[in-house]
């Protein structure tokens, strides 16, 4: 079976290395180091990464990230490479559920910051891991939105969320799709159907964790 999270983790690893420490990502305020930073604190550090879901751990989460993110880059980097098989985000046993699409998202925070860059023809068996992984987000994201909103990857799925009302359709690859859900809607190319105001609201909405 392929493994997807070790395949995106190796392949945004060497980017990060390609890249140095400071060139520019797709999440705001924060360059190349920032991102290894967060990976190497994500599933190294469960006591700051839980800042990530908790708002009163926070302040320390940020606190422990920008101390990692002072050290030196190529050790960062190896760090985001090798992670701990002691990590219950990276033992053998969750890494594929729990980071293929974390990586993968991740990767493209950094390709699709740069000029140029264009969507990856995604092999269909890690586009049908996305798409099972991105239902279940669009659940969580977007229950409570208002409209009766049809979410569709043609060839994978489709499912319809919302508290209902006016009617949406967004459409779109899985890859495309996880993005849009994880609050990166300016970078994912997706197509969205139905009136206006709602769907300028999707396109803006705070999505994601």
């Given at each position: 079976?392929?493994?997807?999270?070790?395949?995106?983790?190796?392949?945004?690893?060497?980017?990060?290395?390609?890249?140095?420490?400071?060139?520019?990502?797709?999440?705001?305020?924060?360059?190349?180091?920032d991102l290894a930073a967060h990976l190497v604190v994500r599933e190294r550090r469960p006591d700051a990464a839980a800042g990530i879901l908790l708002p009163p751990l926070r302040r320390h989460g940020e606190a422990v990230r920008r101390r990692v993110a002072a050290r030196p880059y190529p050790e960062l980097v190896a760090r985001v490479r090798?992670?701990?098989?002691?990590?219950?985000?990276?033992?053998?046993?969750?890494?594929?559920?729990?980071?293929?699409?974390?990586?993968?998202?991740?990767?493209?925070?950094?390709?699709?910051?740069?000029?140029?860059?264009?969507?990856?023809?995604?092999?269909?068996?890690?586009?049908?891991?996305?798409?099972?992984?991105?239902?279940?987000?669009?659940?969580?994201?977007?229950?409570?939105?208002?409209?009766?909103?049809?979410?569709?990857?043609?060839?994978?799925?489709?499912?319809?969320?919302?508290?209902?009302?006016?009617?949406?359709?967004?459409?779109?690859?899985?890859?495309?799709?996880?993005?849009?859900?994880?609050?990166?809607?300016?970078?994912?190319?997706?197509?969205?159907?139905?009136?206006?105001?709602?769907?300028?609201?999707?396109?803006?909405?705070?999505?994601?964790?």
């Amino acid at each position: 079976m392929p493994r997807y999270a070790r395949s995106e983790r190796e392949a945004l690893a060497d980017l990060l290395l390609d890249l140095g420490p400071d060139a520019p990502t797709i999440n705001e305020g924060w360059r190349t180091r920032d991102l290894a930073a967060h990976l190497v604190v994500r599933e190294r550090r469960p006591d700051a990464a839980a800042g990530i879901l908790l708002p009163p751990l926070r302040r320390h989460g940020e606190a422990v990230r920008r101390r990692v993110a002072a050290r030196p880059y190529p050790e960062l980097v190896a760090r985001v490479r090798r992670p701990p098989a002691w990590s219950p985000l990276s033992n053998p046993l969750t890494d594929e559920l729990v980071n293929t699409m974390e990586f993968f998202i991740h990767h493209e925070d950094v390709r699709r910051a740069r000029p140029g860059w264009l969507p990856r023809d995604l092999p269909a068996r890690l586009s049908a891991v996305l798409w099972k992984r991105t239902a279940v987000l669009a659940r969580v994201a977007l229950r409570r939105f208002p409209a009766d909103l049809l979410v569709q990857a043609p060839g994978f799925g489709e499912l319809t969320v919302g508290r209902g009302g006016e009617r949406l359709r967004l459409v779109g690859a899985p890859g495309e799709l996880a993005l849009f859900l994880s609050g990166r809607q300016r970078v994912s190319r997706v197509q969205i159907d139905g009136p206006a105001t709602p769907a300028d609201r999707l396109r803006t909405a705070s999505l994601g964790f």
